[in-house]
């Protein structure tokens, strides 16, 4: 039985339900000094689904991320993917970080990039044998980046980094994918490229999560969404989830009636 | 050195095979092996952009073993064992990382000031506690400074087999730690969300660092041994862009230095081993620095050089494909002298076909960067590369039935 935030002003704003699901976040409160990048968070993401994560700058998406995984340590709340804490099923989780955290001039090929994926199978000894070779092919040209595998990753455009960084996850062999704004400065090859990786993961039944930030494409590219800012404003279908209220709500008076009525269609 | 034993003969008549004496012999051999051993752990550090904190691990030996000599001469010893001043300096370096490690986790240090303070703190109390052990006249001391720039005179037998074990001890396990350590230096977030502990992965590898720092302080001092751990990775870097090799080459560069700044300084009387095997190794790395493909000073210059006048040549052949006159006389030169135009800048014949050809390739390029399909063949555009290179044939020629049907003259 977790422990956490159970009510907020007298809402219930956490329950049991749900915990079985592919990741399951309860009550989370992350903060930098004292200010909650996070607080009191729920979440639910269900299997088989594409899920955007939404919300302004600093919002929170990103800390979102990082404290699912571990890479921030929250003040509180629990974790919980395939109904166990996130710690015992890191091999089932895939992670796409945001581009600016790689050192680009580091002495390494494309096609090592993606056998990095494979480290917990690989272990500390085990050699890089044809076969491992031939499935991070396989990763690439799914993301159509075959042709780039003995480049070195500096020399890649920014959209073709963020498909081999794609082409990692997907190496993994992981059942749920965090993907942190893949889709930030990249070309238009590059994005339809990703969407159509993502959405053959969900026909497979992965999980997909992403971070995203152009409102537009929300309703084309996802199934669910999760607007927060700091805390959460609304979860669920994004047909029913992507109102003018709650994306008010969401991004205060920042969003003009025009791009509304433009997102909305 | 009397009654001579047959394992002593046995070395020394090996080592007069290399036609040196006894001592040269074992310092470049001792010194060879570290270079390789420091190269090698050194890429890790490098790599993970922390080759500063090699220094404070080093100047944080001196310390230890200043102490260590204190406690040796307390039990009645003469406080020379080399097995007990390396383990005093292993003591107090291991301190001097966690200090590091816990001034810049936290507070509000940075790692350099974190590094700074460290060093500087621990190499003070260490030249402190030099200056007591002369003035209180105990025990075998002469010597003791030597740790600060190396020596190599009274080099034993068992010192080059220490060097030999420790160091082949740490290449061992930097080979079987290297995919974490390489994870964590490259994407270090990445590295936190596939479940790898960073903070033990980079603690292992400073332990690293601390071993190769602790085995070579005797040969080339403890101020200069950081220069061991850098010159061979930065000068290695300059030659592959791939990890494996770049960690190879920085071992054998590593080796090569140390055995070669040994014979060196064996080849003349009074020549100080350290610091030679440091201007060696610094030798290679400006050579690198220089003459190396591609990301060698050299290189860039002609390779920028060159792509100049790629540039001149083909904004002039456009200009005269245009009707354009050419007014950079650059760019006029260049044309010139390859016959494509005439010193008043009118085209040659030759230059009214090769600006015609220039003009057509590169349509076809703004007809393919146009085609979101073609993406990665349009990713090939330089404004320069000729499109046959990139376009079979028959790609070309269903480019070119887009291409604006031409008014006839």
């Not at chain 1, 595998?149 to 992981?174: K, M």
């Amino acid at each position: 039985m977790q422990l956490g935030l159970a009510a907020q002003d007298g809402r219930i704003v956490a329950s049991d339900d749900g915990l079985t699901a592919p990741l399951a976040v309860r009550g989370l409160t992350v903060t930098y000094g004292e200010k909650p990048a996070l607080f009191a968070l729920d979440a639910t993401f269900d299997a088989g689904a594409m899920s955007a994560i939404i919300g302004p700058n600093g919002a929170g998406k990103s800390t979102l991320l990082k404290a699912v995984l571990g890479m921030v340590t929250p003040v509180s709340g629990t974790v919980h993917a395939y109904g166990q804490p996130v710690r015992e099923v890191l091999d089932r989780i895939a992670y796409v970080p945001q581009r600016a955290t790689v050192d680009w001039d580091f002495p390494t090929r494309v096609i090592d990039v993606v056998l990095m994926g494979m480290a917990r199978e690989l272990g500390l000894l085990r050699r890089v044998r044809q076969d491992h070779r031939d499935r991070a092919m396989a990763c690439l040209v799914r993301v159509g980046m075959e042709h780039f595998a003995e480049r070195q990753i500096g020399q890649l455009s920014g959209g073709q980094q963020q498909r081999v960084f794609l082409a990692r996850a997907l190496a993994q062999g992981a059942d749920l994918y965090l993907l942190d704004e893949p889709f930030a400065g990249v070309d238009a090859a590059t994005e339809k490229a990703i969407v159509a990786v993502l959405k053959s993961l969900r026909d497979s039944g992965r999980t997909v999560v992403v971070v995203h930030h152009d409102l537009a494409t929300v309703s084309t590219y996802f199934e669910r969404a999760l607007l927060i800012n700091t805390t959460r404003v609304a979860e669920g279908p994004v047909a029913t989830v992507l109102t003018p209220e709650t994306l008010q709500a969401t991004y205060g008076g920042r969003l003009a009636h025009a791009q509304l009525a433009q997102i909305l269609g | 050195m009397a009654g001579a034993s047959p394992t002593r003969n046995w070395r020394r008549s090996s080592a007069e095979m290399w036609g040196l004496g006894y001592n040269a012999a074992l310092v470049a051999t001792g010194a060879g092996l570290l270079g390789a051993a420091a190269g090698i752990t050194g890429t890790f550090l490098v790599l993970r952009k922390r080759a500063l904190v090699s220094d404070a691990i080093a100047h944080a030996t001196l310390p230890g073993i200043a102490l260590a000599f204190l406690v040796m001469v307390a039990f009645g010893g003469e406080g020379r064992s080399l097995a007990g001043l390396l383990f005093g300096s292993a003591l107090s370096a291991w301190l001097g990382l966690l200090c590091v490690g816990w001034l810049t986790h936290a507070t509000r240090l940075s790692e350099d000031a974190a590094i700074g303070a460290v060093l500087s703190v621990f190499f003070g109390f260490g030249i402190l506690l030099l200056t007591v052990i002369q003035s209180l006249n105990v025990g075998r001391q002469a010597g003791l400074e030597t740790f600060l720039l190396g020596s190599t005179a009274g080099m034993l037998y068992s010192d080059a087999l220490t060097i030999a074990v420790g160091g082949g001890l740490a290449t061992l396990a930097a080979l079987v730690l290297r995919r974490p350590m390489l994870t964590a230096a490259f994407d270090p977030g990445y590295a936190v969300a596939t479940g790898l502990d960073v903070r033990r992965v980079d603690l292992a590898m400073m332990g690293l660092i601390m071993a190769v720092t602790v085995i070579g302080i005797k040969i080339v001092g403890l101020v200069l041994i950081v220069a061991m751990v850098i010159l061979p990775p930065v000068t290695a870097r300059f030659w592959s862009n791939r990890v494996d090799r770049v960690v190879l080459i920085a071992g054998v560069m590593g080796g090569l230095t140390g055995l070669l700044g040994a014979l060196i300084s064996a080849s003349a009387p009074n020549l100080p081993t350290g610091p030679i095997i440091v201007l060696t190794g610094s030798a290679g790395f400006f050579v690198s620095l220089m003459i190396a493909p591609r990301r060698g000073v050299l290189a860039a210059l002609l390779a920028r050089h060159r792509y100049q006048r790629r540039v001149h040549l083909r904004q002039g052949l456009l200009a005269l494909a245009h009707g354009h006159p050419v007014y950079e006389r650059f760019t006029l030169r260049l044309l010139s002298r390859a016959g494509l135009a005439n010193p008043d800048g009118t085209a040659t014949d030759k230059g009214r076909a090769a600006a015609a050809r220039a003009l057509l390739d590169e349509s076809r390029w703004q007809i393919l960067r146009a085609d979101p399909a073609q993406e990665i063949a349009a990713s090939h555009y330089d404004g320069l590369r000729p499109i046959e290179t990139v376009l079979t044939p028959d790609q070309i020629a269903q480019i070119d039935t887009r291409l604006a049907p031409r008014p006839l003259t």
